[in-house]
């Protein structure tokens, strides 16, 4: 079921941010990417890039002994679990990368291994600006031997991949690797606006900051929007972050853990969202605190 060498093709559903990465970077590693996605100028933007289109999740798993699904609603998932289900095709792996409750991934799990397929729990950590440099890391976990026939495949677009054993567990490391990139993305603007309302450049700001014992990877990567005062160019938009940001709230809530610095970062996100940063990236949460500071930039 994993691609050899004579067979390096793979399918991904989900052309956005973070699956358009996949595509590309497996593209330029030597695949042959077959995608599908229900947004037209994304099928036409990664076409230019190299990925084959398919006009539906069916005609594309028709041709792909493995896909990858990278997609922002669990429904999304679910439809696409269906539609490779009632293909009536021979085994395939399916690796499920996107963000959603494990009750979501088990119901897909079951739609697909009813008709002989395989689904791997394998949500990335990373930003969009990371899955262009292909500098992610993935959380796989279901069955252990697809996993490693598939290590080449992850090689394509990723800096490491970790089996971390039974199906959802990669979720449950994903939401433990978000809830500090929410913390540390909610840090890195106060310090960042507290600098700006005591008369510190941001420029400095940053080099300062990211040079000492404050750094974080978080930091670095979202810090220049920071400083920039421009969020439009998105790694992670704040619409589908609230996504993320629910599943991880609910999961900690069932254990009964507390979470107080996840939980004062919530209304931080919510006003962002109000603000009309919808489509922007989390680094917009600066602009959130800003306002509330009563430091005033001029937005680029």
């Known amino acids: 079921m994993s691609p050899g060498k004579s067979k390096r093709v793979v399918g991904i559903v989900g052309l956005g941010i973070m699956g358009g990465a996949f595509a590309r970077n497996l593209v330029k590693a030597g695949w042959r990417v077959v995608g599908y996605d229900i947004s037209p100028a994304r099928r036409r933007e990664l076409a230019k890039a190299g990925v084959e289109i398919a006009k539906d999740a069916t005609a594309l798993a028709v041709q792909v002994p493995a896909i990858i699904t990278s997609l922002p609603k669990p429904q999304a998932l679910h439809d696409t679990a269906k539609a490779i289900a009632a293909a009536k095709l ?29 689904l791997l729990d394998c949500p990335v950590s990373g930003t969009g600006s990371q899955a262009a440099k292909g500098d992610l890391v993935i959380y796989a976990s279901g069955d252990s031997k697809a996993i490693a026939r598939l290590k080449p495949l992850f090689a394509g677009f990723s800096r490491k991949t970790y089996d971390v054993g039974a199906f959802g567990n990669g979720s449950r490391m994903k939401y433990v690797a978000n809830l500090l990139v929410a913390i540390n993305n909610v840090a890195s603007a106060e310090a960042m606006v507290l600098g700006m309302k005591a008369g510190l450049d941001p420029k400095k700001i940053f080099e300062m900051v990211s040079s000492g014992a404050g750094n974080s990877r978080v930091f670095e990567l979202r810090a220049p929007m920071m400083v920039e005062n421009n969020y439009r160019n998105a790694t992670m938009k ?29 209304p931080v996100y919510a006003a962002a969202l109000k603000r009309g940063h919808a489509n922007d990236d989390t680094a917009a949460v600066c602009a959130v605190l800003e306002a509330k500071a009563g430091v005033r930039r001029r937005r680029r």
């Open 90 to 118: 021979p085994p395939r792996v399916v690796i499920e990368a996107s963000t959603f409750t494990i009750e979501d991934k088990l119901k897909a799990e079951r739609t697909l291994r009813a008709a002989g397929h395989v």
């Open 238 to 266: 704040c619409g589908v972050w609230q996504k993320d940001m629910d599943v991880i709230g609910d999961f900690a809530r069932k254990l009964r853990v507390p979470t107080p610095l996840f939980s004062a970062t919530l």
